[in-house]
Nanobody, 123 residues
């Protein structure tokens, strides 16, 4: 298994930026595709972005395309989500997750999850 710990969440005004980090330990980090999901109160968890194991190939939800960037540093066992031009609709708990498959967007395709980090965007 791989253990995942997110950090970097917080409060930001609309138009601002945040960078989330996901530190991994356990199962070889580079053998997993890494994804980011988010869940707002009363809503289902939704896909945000995913990055492949080693080629750096990425895929984004339409709602964040052009504003968010997913990346990874396999030497540091860490995945990142750079979020720019944030708006109140981006307010949610953000989760990183690991999958043996790529590209995948369904929560059921990811078998390891972090505990989440809260992002709040005020207008």
């Amino acid at each position: 298994q791989v253990q995942l710990v997110e950090s970097g969440g917080g409060w930001v005004q609309a138009g601002g930026s945040l960078r989330l980090s996901c530190a991994a330990s356990g199962r070889t980090f580079s053998s997993n595709a890494m994804g980011w999901f988010r869940q707002a109160p009363g809503k289902e968890r939704e896909f945000v972005a995913v990055i492949s194991r080693s080629t750096g190939s990425t895929y984004y939800a339409d709602s964040v395309k052009g504003r968010f960037t997913i990346s990874r540093d396999n030497a540091k066992n860490t995945a990142y989500l750079q979020m720019n031009s944030l708006n109140p609709e981006d307010t949610a708990a953000y989760y990183c997750a690991a999958s043996r498959y790529y590209p995948v967007v369904l929560t059921t395709s990811f078998d390891q999850w972090g505990q989440g980090t809260q992002v709040t965007v005020s207008s």
